[in-house]
């Protein structure tokens, strides 16, 4: 069975920091591109962060460089997302999602919640 379960989410104060992880199964995850997307309440599916394999940079969404860190260990089957600094506006479900030749699996989500 193909899952993708995130897990780290919560509540933190502005300025904290959260650590969310991926963990995949079912699929052979080295051959699939990882990404984070987010969705706050109200607001369209944002991409935060995607790499395409081990070896190579992430990328960042505008809104977050300099403040999330993604990874992945391939011999894990586990993406991470460390996000540092972190703003009311960061608030949101954040997603994890596995694409190879068009298709995409999604997790269920985590909620993280930024509010003093």
């Known amino acids: 069975q193909v899952q993708l379960v995130e897990s780290g989410g919560g509540l933190v104060q502005p300025g904290g920091s959260l650590r969310l992880s991926c963990a995949a199964s079912?699929?052979?995850?080295?051959?699939?591109?990882v990404s984070w997307h987010r969705q706050a309440p109200g607001k369209e599916r944002e991409l935060v962060a995607s790499?395409?394999?081990?070896?190579?940079?992430?990328t960042y969404a505008d809104s977050v460089k300099g403040r999330f860190t993604m990874s992945r260990d391939n011999a894990k089957n586990t993406s991470y997302l460390q996000m540092n600094s972190l703003k009311p506006e960061d608030t949101a479900v954040y997603y994890c999602g596995a694409t190879r030749l068009g298709m995409t699996y999604w997790g269920q989500g985590t909620q993280v919640i930024v509010s003093s």
């Open positions: 079912g699929f052979t995850f080295s051959s699939y591109a």
């Open positions: 790499i395409y394999r081990a070896g190579l940079s992430p």
